[in-house]
């Protein structure tokens, strides 16, 4: 599967932005999906992840509430929905799939990755 993330941007603090994941292939249903973010001179950080049905959400806790991870699987899309962002939310976004019935909160249990999306929030 081939991934590619759209959305980001630079905003304000408080402001709202939605990410967008759109994958290729015809098995989308069959991963699971994650948004990892990185940071200049921080390590790629987990953000959200969504099971293969949707029925399971996981956040990071520096995320809760806040952002919101869905999936439209006749669109092949993943989101992540993101409220009152805040500086420290800057980074490039990276959208991740992982095959299988897990729902991976750790970067090295996807499989494949999208090129990143830079969002940047200005306070």
């Known amino acids: 599967v081939q991934l590619q993330a759209s959305g980001g941007g630079l905003v304000q603090t408080g402001d709202s932005l939605r990410l967008s994941c759109a994958a290729s292939?015809?098995?989308?249903?069959?991963?699971?999906m994650g948004w990892f973010r990185q940071a200049p001179g921080k390590e790629r950080e987990f953000v959200a992840a969504?099971?293969?049905?949707?029925?399971?959400?996981l956040y990071a806790d520096s995320v809760k509430g806040r952002f919101t991870i869905s999936r439209d699987n006749a669109k092949k899309t993943s989101y992540l929905q993101m409220i009152s962002l805040k500086p420290e939310d800057t980074a490039v976004y990276y959208c991740?799939?992982?095959?299988?019935?897990?729902?991976?909160?750790?970067?090295?249990?996807?499989?494949?990755w999208g090129q990143g999306t830079e969002v940047t929030v200005s306070s």
């Open positions: 969504i099971s293969r049905s949707g029925g399971t959400t």
């Open positions: 991740a799939a992982q095959l299988g019935a897990l729902t991976p909160t750790t970067a090295k249990r996807y499989d494949y």
């Open positions: 292939g015809r098995t989308f249903s069959s991963y699971a």
